[in-house]
């Protein structure tokens, strides 16, 4: 009965139940969802090196990206990348927003190499913060 009334057969013309092509069911997704700029963060992310350059790539990773702030933080293996990149920044952010778009990237912080982790001994005092809270 239903296949008389046309419910079950899509025909020779396009309906809106025809299979669509994965690229365009993600870029429907991305938009309905409000995506876009993390998903573009996310494909520089996976361009990193040909962005800022080999030699910088080797030695500084994009961390996170803060999509309310618009601040993408990178990390370097040594303080001389982290100052290096530091200086940087200002023209890495302008290449950024040519390429994602006016406004998506505000900010790079960047951070160093993570310090050790604090390790506490048997003859830690109580109420001591570290080795650095009898200096000072």
Known sequence: KQ???GG?????RGDRRDPMALGAAINRLLTERGWEAPAAVGGV?????????????KHCEPERYDEDERVLVVRCDSTAWATNLR???PTLVARLNDDLGHGT??????VGPAGPARRYGPLRAPGSTGPGDTYG
């Open 3 to 5: 296949a008389r009334r």
């Open 87 to 89: 200086l940087l920044a």
């Open 105 to 110: 990237v505000r900010l790079i912080k960047v």
């Open 8 to 12: 079950l057969r899509s025909g020779a």
């Open 45 to 57: 992310m996976g361009r990193w090196p040909e962005i800022v350059g080999e030699d910088v790539a």
